[in-house]
């Protein structure tokens, strides 16, 4: 995702802009004389200071149900503004950033780099767990988790038809099916961000076309390094196939292991999930179904 920076200036603008949606709630009264606004942890708080900077009238509060507004920088997922509006639906919440003024990644000059930022995070989220950032061991490991989790979700920056690479020649005759077994995946579930693993086999009839045996492992590769569940992966690796390929019929199956079950929560090993997703004559032909599965046992 593009990632956008505003400056000091920008900011100082939006907050600007910001007073007067304040404002635009007093058309039929006469403002008060001090205006009290409440900064939602963290990035609410420069705004408001930001606010109280241009303008006098404005008090920030330490107590959100004495605030007149709640003040925040961006609204975002929704998560955090859904969760004021519940508690306090009496009081106006505001963003300095308005949801669509920019459709990527808005880094504020209070964050840092948007890096940076990232691991300021993982360093709270070390506290939270009651861990100390500062020991030896853990000094570099904000930066660590970063990269890693850019690696692990590498796939959003990827598209599944600029891997595939379509031939005709070496096509002619072959109507058979095409099957590669148990290609390996490790990915993370959308849900706890726990880790997800195990194999994928795969395989499509060709039409006129085939593709490059690699390609497909890395077509199971790129859905797989994105936050998943195992029910979208599977019908995503078979529908990149059947979009491209159009070919007589596609089959996948994928068998993992989920950490979000056996590290948490039932806390039961030892067991498997199956999905599979099939497309044209592996859905509707019940001997093509049947022989896709026994050649993948």
């Known amino acids: 995702m593009k990632k956008v920076y505003l400056t000091n200036a920008d900011c100082h603008n939006l907050a ?19 205006i009290s606004i409440f900064g939602v942890p963290r990035g609410g708080v420069p705004v408001c200071y930001l606010l109280a900077s241009i303008k006098s009238i404005y008090l920030v509060v330490d107590d959100p149900e004495d605030a007149d507004f709640i003040i925040d920088d961006i609204i975002g997922s929704g998560d955090t ?33 948007a890096e940076g930022s990232i691991e300021s995070n993982i360093t709270r989220l070390l506290q939270f767990i009651g861990e100390d ?39 002619d005759g072959c109507d058979e099916m095409v099957i590669i077994k148990n290609i390996p995946f490790y990915t993370h579930c959308e849900h706890h961000l726990a880790p997800f693993f195990g194999t994928a086999s795969v395989t499509y009839i060709p039409d006129g076309k085939i593709v490059g045996l690699s390609k497909i492992s890395r077509i199971v590769d790129i859905f797989s390094r994105r ?60 001997s093509a179904r049947a022989e896709f599965l026994e050649l993948i046992k």
């Open 16 to 34: 600007f802009s910001l007073s007067s949606r304040i404002m635009a709630f007093y058309t039929k009264i006469e403002p008060p004389k001090r």
């Open 133 to 171: 950032p500062s020991r030896q061991g853990l000094q570099e490991t904000p930066k660590r988790v970063a990269k890693a989790w850019q690696h692990w979700t590498s796939g959003y920056s990827k598209k599944p038809e600029d891997i595939l690479k379509v031939f005709e020649d070496g096509a």
């Open 81 to 113: 503004y859904s969760l004021w509006s519940k508690n306090l639906p009496a009081i106006p919440f505001l963003s300095l950033v308005k949801p669509g003024d920019y459709p990527d990644w808005v880094v504020f000059p209070w964050e840092g780099d």
């Open 227 to 286: 936050l998943q569940v195992q029910e979208r992966l599977t019908n995503q690796i078979a529908d990149a196939l059947n979009d491209t390929l159009h070919p007589k019929g596609v089959g996948v199956v994928i068998t993992a292991r989920h950490l979000c079950m056996e590290s948490r929560g039932i806390c039961q090993q030892g067991h498997s999930t199956v999905t599979s997703a099939l497309r044209g004559v592996l859905k509707e032909n019940p």
